[in-house]
């Protein structure tokens, strides 16, 4: 089996052109070559001209806490300048990109569309755009596989829903990777960036992270493993309601609890309800203490998921679901709840920005009986597939 080289490590094997070019990295900690090299690191090794940075959320070390704005600051690893761009700005500005030639990009996705590395890449491709720099995209694996049968909606409603954790219309698990969807947008929104990807050698779409790597480099305090991951597009709704979403414990986003909340009930519904779903997926009761976030210092009742098999479960699916059954078992505890970060300080309509169509909540006001083809309809992706078919860089099996 051939080693899987992502785009860093296929652009340090054949070093380019613009290698001696005055280079402005859009980077994170969690960008390494395939021997955990930090990506900027390995750059300079060989010689790039790498002359800044610029971070996204969470930071150039990938620690900074959800939704909280980050300043600029010197790389302690390279002595180079980091502008963020989750603070003051979203995108580099004309001054920022005054002195660069190429503006490269390598950092890893997590596959969904509310994680907001993505549309860091989207305000980075137009900006490149409007003044007129060439924008390398070192590409990466998707880490939920590239299989487009799995890709789960829905669809954003960009009149009403765009948002940093949504900003253009694709699905909530779109099974692409960030060139793939740079490609899309740069074609399909007229942006006319002088866009290159550089392409991931022997990925196939329907390969997972831990196919080719057995050791996963957080991406942020809240993904610090694969299955936190996996789990994210359907757990992330969370956020939404006043449910944990384990942010604060060891397992974020594995996990679902409150301090009222029927552990064993919510466990046993769930576990009757999801083969009507989505495969694969196992809820266990469990009691965990947050150290911070909701219900920090406090004692929760929850439950776990477990993914036996990730090739058909559905993640989206699940946690809609998970979510109903809470809802359904605590008539008087569970609410819907604002989720203020710094790109939306008053938090409200998290719901619906993270679903990316309006009136969320409604669905899930429906009976149980009648959820089950209501998730299976509103979570089917559309036109996708035939969309984002002619910008796909990797063939499906």
């Known amino acids: 089996m051939h080693t899987l080289l992502s785009g860093i490590d296929v652009l340090l094997a054949q070093p380019p052109l613009w290698k001696n070019k005055r280079i402005a990295l859009v980077t994170n900690h969690a960008a390494t070559t395939r021997q955990f090299v930090p990506s900027r690191v390995a750059l300079l090794q060989q010689e790039f001209n790498v002359v800044k940075l610029f971070s996204p959320e969470h930071g150039l070390d990938t620690t900074g806490a959800d939704g909280h704005a980050m300043g600029n600051m010197t790389d302690t690893l390279t002595g ?49 755009a409007a003044f007129n720099i060439p924008f390398i995209i070192a590409d990466r694996p998707n880490p939920l596989s590239g299989n487009l049968i799995l890709a789960e909606g829905p669809l954003l409603d960009e009149i009403h829903c765009s948002s940093f954790i949504g900003r253009w219309s694709i699905p909530v698990r779109h099974n692409c990777t960030l060139g793939e969807l740079a ?71 594995r996990i679902a609890g409150a301090p009222w909340l029927l552990a064993n009930e919510t466990a046993r519904l769930f576990n009757e309800m999801i083969p009507a779903l989505s495969n694969n997926v196992y809820a266990r009761p469990i009691v965990f203490t947050p150290a911070e976030g909701k219900y920090a210092g406090q004692t929760c009742h929850g439950v776990m998921l477990h993914v036996t098999d990730p090739v058909s ?51 899930f006001d429906a009976t149980l009986q009648d959820f089950i083809p209501i998730v299976k309809n509103y979570l089917a992706p559309g036109d996708w597939s035939i969309r984002i078919q002619p910008y796909l860089i990797y063939t499906q099996d």
């Open 80 to 128: 180079l300048p980091v502008t963020s761009l989750y603070g003051d700005k979203l995108a580099p500005s004309k001054s920022d990109l005054s002195d660069i030639d190429v503006v490269l990009f390598d950092i890893p996705d997590i596959g969904s569309r509310f994680y907001t590395y993505l549309w860091t890449m989207s305000h980075v491709l137009e900006a490149c």
């Open 183 to 253: 490609r899309y947008f740069n074609q399909s929104r007229g942006i006319h960036c002088q866009l290159e990807v550089i392409a991931c050698h022997h990925w196939q779409r329907h390969m997972y992270y831990a196919d080719w790597n057995f050791s996963f480099v957080p991406l942020s305090p809240a993904i610090p493993v694969f299955e936190s991951a996996l789990l994210y597009p359907g757990l992330c709704f969370l956020e939404a309601t006043n449910c944990s979403e384990g942010r604060g414990t060891a397992t974020p986003f």
């Open 313 to 363: 479960f559905l993640p989206v699916a699940a946690g809609w679901l998970l979510i109903r059954v809470i809802k359904e078992l605590h008539p008087r505890n569970f609410q819907w709840a604002p989720y203020p970060t710094h790109v939306n300080p008053s938090g409200e309509k998290h719901l619906d920005l993270l679903s990316g169509i309006l009136h969320t909540e409604t669905f």
